[in-house]
């Protein structure tokens, strides 16, 4: 019950974090993913962060639901299977993430 709660905070956490990112909002990124992107690439730069972040939020509040579907009927199939959800998004996002920084930052640092 605990990790479904998690995963609801950091899911809406980080889909609150993707909208200021797509926004053109990165302020909330380390200094170091956005020293090199260009003034005229930061929307581009932001959105794509943005988009990958917002997969993840909404991949870990469908891995929390699952993980409570889970929990009230005692079935730990739908537990993995919120895993695989959140481990695919968590990898579709991060693939976002990274495109945009290797494209816009020329490299990760």
Do not use: W
Request: proline residues 1%; charged residues 10%.
């Amino acid at each position: 019950m605990d990790y479904a709660i998690g995963n609801f905070i950091v899911g809406i956490v980080l889909i609150i974090l993707g909208v200021k990112n797509t926004q053109g909002n990165i302020t909330f990124l380390h200094k170091y993913h956005t020293k090199r992107v260009k003034e005229e690439d930061i929307l581009p730069f932001g959105k794509t962060v943005g988009i990958g972040c917002i997969i993840i939020g909404v991949m870990m509040i469908v891995s929390g639901i699952f993980s409570l579907i889970a929990f009230f009927n005692n079935n730990a199939t739908l537990d993995i299977i919120g895993l695989v959800f959140m481990i695919g998004g968590l990898l579709v996002g991060l693939g976002f993430i990274f495109y945009a920084m290797f494209k816009y930052n020329k490299g990760i640092f």
